[in-house]
């Protein structure tokens, strides 16, 4: 069973395309988390949210709890956006959940 | 501040050899936990910790062991290596386990078995 869904599961944009992921969970969550991991290197936190929306520079993340649906928006892609994005939620009082993650290239 | 350090980077075992990851982090946090990621699959939760002397087991525990003797660090050691853990591992903590607090990842450790 995945508690945590994405899609999709790999996308390639031109550069400066409007770009948008999706995470569906199935468990009670305390809050989400979207990460990114760069080809060979690790792991790095871009959100972490458990209502409404967050923005840091061209990224903006959304949260739907009654859905239990999220996504992860990135305007005017860039080249350097070209990563694996992660989503995971933090089970209320309990583990996280990870997906599978979305593989994104952006070309220029 | 450096965060969650995590070594070895890459490291190749031969069948039934054991060997230890490290994992050490500078920020005061309870929650330390390992990761393994495989192709296709999302992370798989191995050991975590809430604590100082204090451990438990995850998704994917077996052929794994953890302690947890300081606050800042963490090793997991494999006790005699398979094939079936070619991974890469992740080292991971937060303030504390509760959702509401912001991960920090090592930058990863590649493990092949031959």
């Known amino acids: 069973k995945n508690e945590v869904e994405q899609s999709p599961q790999n996308l390639t944009a031109q550069e400066g395309e409007f770009i948008t992921i999706n995470c569906s969970y199935s468990?009670?969550?305390?809050?989400l988390h979207w990460l990114q991991q760069h080809p060979g290197g690790g792991i790095v936190s871009l959100f972490m949210l458990s209502s409404g929306k967050k923005k840091h520079g061209r990224l903006i993340a959304t949260i739907n709890i009654q859905e239990k649906h999220s996504s992860l928006h990135i305007t005017a892609s860039h080249p350097r956006d070209s990563a694996v994005y992660i989503c995971?939620?933090?089970?209320?009082?309990?583990?996280?959940?990870f997906g599978t993650g979305t593989s994104l290239t952006v070309i220029p | 501040n450096a965060g969650v350090t995590q070594t070895p980077k890459f490291q190749v075992l031969k069948t039934g050899q054991s060997m230890t990851l490290q994992c050490a982090q500078d920020?005061?946090?309870?929650?330390m936990s390992w990761y393994r990621q495989d192709p296709g699959m999302g992370l798989r939760l191995i050991h975590y910790?809430?604590?100082?002397?204090?451990?438990d087991q995850g998704e994917v525990p077996n052929g794994y062991n953890v302690s947890r003797s300081t606050t800042e660090d963490f090793p997991l050691r494999l006790l005699s290596a398979a094939p079936s853990q070619t991974s890469v591992y992740f080292c991971?903590?937060?303030?504390?386990?509760?959702?509401?607090?912001?991960?920090?990842f090592g930058e990863g450790s590649w493990l092949t078995v031959v």
């Open positions: 995971a939620v933090a089970e209320t009082g309990n583990q996280f959940y």
């Open positions: 920020m005061n946090h309870e929650y």
């Open positions: 910790s809430v604590g100082a002397g204090i451990t």
């Open positions: 468990v009670g969550i305390s809050a």
């Open positions: 991971a903590s937060s303030y504390s386990r509760l959702g509401g607090n912001t991960i920090y």
